[in-house]
């Protein structure tokens, strides 16, 4: 059995990050010998962004499983095509065109920044939910049938909890693309860890960069580490 401990190594590091003081004055080397200066604390930062990430993932899944499940019924090819076309179109377009397209129309804030989570996360939730559905076994769905279950009892009894894992693989992608993906939302006003980079690019402060970048990147290591121990559990 492999060992769970590994996975709670980032976590640990990112907590220890967060201790009041001891990351900015670690960086200080990098900001011209100061020591930077943010006016929220990083943990508030650090707290804002996951649940900016966890809710725009929310939804992903609430849009991503229900079109997943629609389109792979029987006789409904043609539908899953398209539905796979459009949702890849958000990967397609570069995030700061989707942010600055949403602006006009939603204003600055966390509206157009969980627009582009939005887009840039169903991709490979509604991919790998398509490829979940589609390979359980057609002998395990006619004996489910043969046991009298209805369309329905089969969907949530036997395709959903058999396609769980690979589902579970494209929620962690999603997620991991989007804790960097959110650190862009801080231009439009969203805060979170993209603020430190923000400013820090602004001040031309390497410090402050340095800040922002290395704690979304254990942020998003240690999201990836616990949906991976889920997804192994599943």
Known sequence: MRSIWPVFIWPALLLICLIPGLLNRAVSS??????????????????????????????????????????????????MRLAEALTGLGQ??????????????????IK????????????????????????????????????????????????????????????RTSTVYNVGTATIGAALGASGLGTPIIEGLSQQNTGLVVIGALLAALLALSLDGLLGLVAAEA
């Open 92 to 109: 397609t377009v570069p995030t700061l065109a989707i942010l600055a397209l949403a602006v006009p129309a939603l204003g600055f804030g």
């Open 30 to 79: 990098l900001s011209a010998g100061q020591v930077p200066v943010l006016d929220t604390p990083l943990w508030k930062l650090t707290l804002w962004h996951l649940g900016l990430v966890l809710s725009a993932e929310a939804v992903v899944l609430l849009i991503g499983v229900p079109l997943a499940v629609a389109v792979t019924r029987p006789g409904r090819a043609s539908l």
């Open 112 to 171: 157009p920044t969980l627009l582009g989570l939005l887009l840039y996360g169903l991709v490979p939730v509604v991919s790998n939910a398509i490829a979940g559905l589609l390979a359980v076994d057609k002998p395990t769905l006619d004996a489910a049938r043969g046991m009298g279950m209805t369309d329905s009892q089969r969907l949530m009894r036997v395709e959903l909890p058999l396609s769980l894992p690979i589902l579970l693989a494209g929620v």
